[in-house]
């Protein structure tokens, strides 16, 4: 229930400030100096993972939900790199806590139409380590902030456990 709460609140309050901010034209964004430093916070949802073992959803007996949040230093308007903080919360048992937190440094990739392909490293505080390939999408751009959506593949491996891959829905605001 306090999970949904969060989460309600949260995408309400991106959408809003997307949508009150006016459009910026592309002649703006071209002007601008670089290097450049822009900012994010968003929500990953992870819809499942594979392995060995086969496919586990995030809807059975578990439920995870992901903050991801960052900052991004442009070198130009086609490159960039980016550090981002992640914090698990798992809810199991009705019991929720943060399982485990992601440092997530990468490379930007910047393309036309609001397209970016980030590819990240990953070290996760509960002993997994692998790597992040994100495919970004910006929805809607504003003077002063943006909707964006991306699909992550994350393929982990260590901590004794098999390889796997996985991938979720991840909906955020940039600034």
């Known amino acids: 229930m306090f999970i949904r709460f969060i989460i309600s609140n949260a995408l309400a309050l991106a959408i809003t400030t997307v949508l009150q901010s006016p459009t910026k034209t592309q002649q703006i964004t071209q ?34 939900l992901v903050f991801p949040f960052g900052i991004n230093i442009l070198k130009s308007d086609k490159f960039g790199i980016s550090f981002e903080i992640a914090p698990n919360l798992r809810t199991e048992h ?8 992601l440092f997530h440094p990468g490379a930007l990739f910047r393309f036309k139409h609001g397209f970016t392909f980030i590819g990240r490293m990953a070290f996760e505080t509960n002993g997994r380590y692998g790597l992040t ?18 699909i ?24």
Do not use: E
């Open 31 to 64: 002007n601008q100096p670089f290097p450049k430093i822009t900012g994010y916070f968003s929500m990953l949802h992870p819809i499942g993972s594979w392995d060995k073992k086969g496919f586990h959803d995030n809807f059975s007996d578990t439920y995870t």
């Open 94 to 101: 009705h019991i929720s806590k943060v399982s485990s937190v």
């Open 133 to 150: 390939p994100v495919f970004n999408q910006v929805i809607k751009k504003g003077k002063d902030a943006g909707l964006y959506l991306a």
């Open 152 to 175: 992550p593949f994350p393929l982990r491996f260590g901590n004794d456990q098999p390889a796997s891959v996985a991938t979720g829905i991840q909906v955020g605001v940039s600034f």
